[in-house]
């Protein structure tokens, strides 16, 4: 049987401290800066704060991932090599990347540390894992949230590299790494700014019925009634009214959250080297229950027991989950 990694969120270093303490094989996290995918105001690390906790972190046998997962735009480039090259000197072990370009100067610049492929690059296939091993040296694929049990097997037995797969948080639907509503709404893109609907673009309106309305930039994203509780205003998780349907709905995706806890042995059997919790901008007492929880099913999988696993959906995105495509593509 494999033995799967967990690899675990570290938004800040207070969460990176957390995530190990409850028993994260891996934790990934990124710079302060557009170089990764969750750039938002009070997350991530300076390079000191990395440093310190790539020591804590290895003190504790616990790896470090760099997320160097967004593509840099014309005449930036810089940034990414720079972020690169400070994060071997601070001792991290591998790399998240997407970019080509990224991936060619670690591998040019760095070959002695792991190159693992974002799922910001959307590799769902055998031919294209293969072209980034062959001309990367990739060692590990983070799979699209788009494929199901059989179809991880089938790609498992032509690829010469592991596989990543997400078990638990944001369910992802839309392409990954190809993602341009934010940067319709905003100019800010998810993909090479890391910014999906950044905070100075979010506003919150009350009506005199004490109806809320949540705008992103200029557009309205969603309406709540007085009482409903409101979310995040995610324009992908938005209720629109469109020309084939009236009265508000979730046009692309609802707020639900993947939780693939009942799957990890047929994950396991499928070849899945590693687990990957999502939640870098949670909280610690998130990311403490969660780690926790999984920490405890993988250990009884390894053992051979069948665990008793723990509710968790009052962690989820909407108190909803699914299990998405893994068990079949009829999601929705």
Known sequence: MTVAELICPA??????????????DAVYCGFQNATNARNFPGLNFSPDELAASVRYAHEQGTKVLLALNTYPPDGKFDLWKEAADLGARLGIDAYIVADVGVAEYIRQNHPGIRLHLSVQAAAS?????RYYVREFAVKRVVLPRILTIPEIREIKSEIPCEIETFIFGNHGLMVEGRCSLT???????????????????????????????????????DRF???EKAGYPTICKGRYTT?????GYYAFEEPISLNLA?????????????????????????????????????????????????DLVALTEGQKETQGAFRTKKWR
């Open 11 to 24: 938004g800040t270093p207070a969460s990176l401290r957390t995530a190990v303490d409850a028993g994260a």
């Open 125 to 129: 296939s055998p031919e294209a894992i």
């Open 183 to 221: 940067n319709y709404a905003t100019g800010l893109s998810t993909n090479m700014d890391g910014v999906c609907s950044p905070a100075a673009e979010v506003h919150y309106v009350r009506d005199d019925q004490e109806n809320l309305s949540t705008r992103l930039g200029e557009f309205t994203i």
């Open 225 to 227: 009634g007085a009482g």
């Open 243 to 247: 020309a084939q349907r009236q009265g």
């Open 262 to 310: 009942r799957l990890l042995p047929d994950l396991i059997d499928a070849g899945v080297n590693a687990f990957k919790i999502e939640g870098r901008q949670r909280s610690r007492a998130y990311v403490r229950e969660v780690v926790s929880s999984f920490r405890y099913a993988v250990d009884q999988i390894r053992a051979g027991n069948k665990p008793d696993l723990a």
